[in-house]
């Protein structure tokens, strides 16, 4: 849950029905007409983030900053797309500049609380929270936050009531209700009702699809997207990937290079925190550092026949904008192992082969069918992946999409793989890391054993948070068998998967 300067009424009204091009094309008449007016800037800004569009929104933040220099408005809305993006940090000091300028702005001191819940401080949160709730009492937001807090104490007959309370609430927006069933479904997966909690969270990821459905038609969907691209490389010259362009240096680039893929939900966090342990490593967590590359080469066939035949001065030059992503989302990469988590990124392995040969790539496996749970269940930014997250079916057929790819590629291109089995790592932590470490040629370190204590020390921003910070445990393993009956219509889909992996069949 997220809070801005509310746009124009005409943008909000189009925002609440999921209308978002068409927000879109008020706010860009709007400056248009009027392009020193920071308001009207900041109307288009507020529908390209709702649009899920960051980079342009942070770009007309930055014109109602520019026209508006210092103000509160600007500053808390590009502080609420930076935070979207992980850049805590600058978002954190947006946030207190705004309330340096006015120090009962509403919006600051609120976002400063979300921080302070996706760091897991319950204490901070109530801190930043406290004198809002003095001042602005039953506001819906800080009725969210009470639940929120108490989800995360571990007090979850206080977080039902609250949240049975607030989906009453007829101010919430289609969003906001959508983000309280899930929440509603975690407390009540806690409570041990779980028919009650798949309900809940099914309503609510079918409000987000209503309201996603706009922005959804005639894109392509992840599941045709991975078929598109199976069908591709199913039918490639193998021989065409196997050589990839010479390689050159880059500035800033590592000295091992790992990319962290599989699938969302799959153990990549629990693996990236442990191996952010070790000294030498350094790591990023789900940041678009080959999003300019997908979308030249992923595309079309005649773009995936051009990578194929990629020349080295073209993956050089592509090699220098990878590098200068990872060093624009903070990451300290040059002369140390880097690790790219990125669990949707099985996707882009052709462009690790092409850019990247010598690269050496982590596959996170996970039981398949608490992996569809997990992902039904839990809150994600909607992309053209976890739009298919709003469906039990559509998310069976996406997972069973991506490890038909996965299998694909691991036969087309010749990268060094490494599959990594998320239970094995829960059982035996240390040998797992170990082998993991080996692959990787380092050396087991002993503070990669410390888990908990480094997702405290830093930010995580994945569904996984509280669970990493607890520590390793063994809760999630086997989760989907409480939900059987809930899953039926999706277990043959993933009965496949289940026997490739070795898992116990149902």
């Given at each position: 849950m997220t809070i801005s300067q509310p746009p124009s009424r005409s943008i909000q009204d189009l925002l609440r029905a999921g209308r978002f091009e068409a927000a879109i094309a008020v706010g860009e008449r709007a400056v248009e007409q009027s392009p020193g007016d920071a308001e009207a800037w900041a109307g288009l800004a507020a529908a390209l983030f709702a649009a899920r569009r960051p980079e342009a929104a942070l770009a007309a933040w930055d014109r109602v900053l520019a026209l508006a220099p210092g103000g509160p408005d600007g500053l808390c809305g590009k502080g609420t797309v930076l935070q979207s993006l992980g850049r805590i940090e600058e978002a954190t000091a947006l946030y207190r500049q705004a309330l340096a300028r006015d120090p009962l702005r509403f919006e600051a001191a609120f976002s400063l609380a979300l921080l302070a819940v996706d760091a897991g401080d319950w204490t901070a949160a109530e801190r930043w929270a406290a004198p809002l709730q003095a001042r602005h009492g039953d506001l819906p937001n800080l009725r969210w936050l009470g639940a929120r807090v108490a989800l995360g104490r571990g007090e979850f007959a206080t977080a039902h009531a609250r949240l049975l309370s607030l989906l009453r609430d007829a101010r919430l927006g289609p969003d906001q209700r959508a983000d309280a069933l899930l929440l509603l479904g975690d407390a009540l997966d806690a409570l041990g009702r779980s028919a009650d909690a798949f309900q809940a969270a099914v309503a609510g990821k079918g409000?987000?699809?209503?309201?996603?459905?706009?922005?959804?038609?005639?894109?392509?969907?992840?599941?045709?997207?991975?078929?598109?691209?199976?069908?591709?490389?199913?039918?490639?010259?193998?021989?065409?990937?196997?050589?990839?362009?010479?390689?050159?240096?880059?500035?800033?680039?590592?000295?091992?290079?790992?990319?962290?893929?599989?699938?969302?939900?799959?153990?990549?966090?629990?693996?990236?925190?442990?191996?952010?342990?070790?000294?030498?490593?350094?790591?990023?967590?789900?940041?678009?550092?080959?999003?300019?590359?997908?979308?030249?080469?992923?595309?079309?066939?005649?773009?995936?026949?051009?990578?194929?035949?990629?020349?080295?001065?073209?993956?050089?030059?592509?090699?220098?904008?990878?590098?200068a992503e990872v060093a624009r989302h903070g990451a300290d990469a040059a002369g140390r192992t880097f690790i790219d988590k990125a669990p949707a990124g099985t996707?882009?392995?052709?462009?690790?082969?092409?850019?990247?040969?010598?690269?050496?790539?982590?596959?996170?496996?996970?039981?398949?069918?608490?992996?569809?749970?997990?992902?039904?269940?839990?809150?994600?930014?909607?992309?053209?992946?976890?739009?298919?997250?709003?469906?039990?079916?559509?998310t069976a057929a996406c997972y069973a999409g991506c490890m038909a790819l996965a299998k694909v590629y691991r036969a087309v291109l010749r990268l060094p793989w490494l599959d990594v089995r998320h239970e094995i790592l829960i059982d035996a932590f240390e040998p797992g890391l170990a082998a993991i470490c080996g692959f990787l040629g380092l050396e087991l370190h002993p503070a990669m054993a410390d888990v908990a204590a480094t997702a405290r020390s830093r930010p995580v921003r994945t569904p996984s948070a509280a669970q990493v910070r607890a520590g390793l445990n063994s809760k999630g393993v086997g989760r989907w068998r409480a939900y059987e009956a809930e899953l039926a219509a999706v277990l043959p889909v993933l009965a496949p998967w289940v026997e490739r992996f070795g898992y116990e069949p149902a």
């Open positions: 409000l987000q699809r209503r309201l996603y459905a706009e922005r959804a038609r005639g894109r392509e969907g992840a599941v045709g997207r991975f078929e598109r691209l199976a069908a591709w490389f199913r039918a490639a010259d193998p021989q065409a990937w196997a050589n990839s362009p010479a390689m050159t240096p880059a500035p800033g680039q590592a000295a091992r290079h790992v990319f962290l893929v599989g699938f969302p939900r799959s153990g990549t966090t629990l693996l990236e925190q442990a191996l952010a342990g070790h000294p030498d490593v350094a790591t990023l967590e789900e940041a678009p550092t080959l999003a300019a590359a997908h979308a030249e080469f992923m595309g079309a066939p005649q773009d995936l026949e051009r990578l194929s035949k990629l020349s080295a001065d073209e993956a050089a030059g592509w090699r220098v904008r990878y590098w996707v882009d392995l052709p462009l690790v082969a092409k850019l990247f040969p010598e690269a050496r790539i982590l596959f996170a496996i996970r039981e398949p069918r608490d992996v569809v749970l997990s992902c039904l269940r839990n809150n994600f930014q909607l992309n053209a992946m976890t739009y298919a997250f709003t469906d039990l079916q559509e």
